[in-house]
């Protein structure tokens, strides 16, 4: 059964790092496009970085660029978010989604799989 599990969120201070990690159970993410999201009280969930399959090439959504890094290991069948210099509206519950249609990197939460979230606490 495929499955993705998210761990690494926790309460951090603002200026704080934290590392994300989406690991896979039932299927290879290295053939996915691998998309990580966020969703805080009361707002729509929005789609914050993606790695695309092949090249790995990396999007961005702009208020994260520069401060987040997504990557991967397929050796560990992990796809990973660095997050440096957060902010308190970085809070949120983060997931990680894999099959999006096409294999396409999306920043759209059109993905097939999801994992069950991870929460980042941001205190000012």
């Known amino acids: 059964q495929a499955q993705l599990v ?10 704080g790092s934290l590392r994300l990690s989406c690991a896979a159970s039932g299927f290879t993410l290295e ?4 998309g990580w999201f966020r969703q805080a009280p009361g707002k729509e ?3 914050i970085s993606c790695i695309r399959r092949g090249d ?14 997504i990557s991967r290991d397929n050796f560990k069948n992990t796809v ?4 440096n210099s957060l902010k308190p509206e970085d809070t949120a519950v983060y997931f990680c989604a894999a099959d ?9 939460p059109n993905y097939g799989y999801w994992g069950q979230g991870t ?3 941001v205190s000012s």
């Not at 998210?6 to 200026?15: D, F, P």
């Not at 790995?56 to 890094?69: A, C, E, I, N």
């Not at 990973?80 to 997050?83: A, F, I, K, V």
């Open 31 to 34: 053939n996915y496009a691998i």
């Open 6 to 15: 998210e761990s690494g969120g926790g309460l951090v201070q603002a200026g």
């Open 45 to 47: 969930r929005e789609g």
């Open 80 to 83: 990973y978010l660095q997050m």
């Open 119 to 121: 929460q980042v606490t």
């Open 100 to 108: 999006s249609p096409g294999y396409v990197c999306s920043l759209l």
């Open 56 to 69: 790995d090439d990396t999007t961005y959504r702009s208020s994260v660029k520069g401060r987040f890094t």
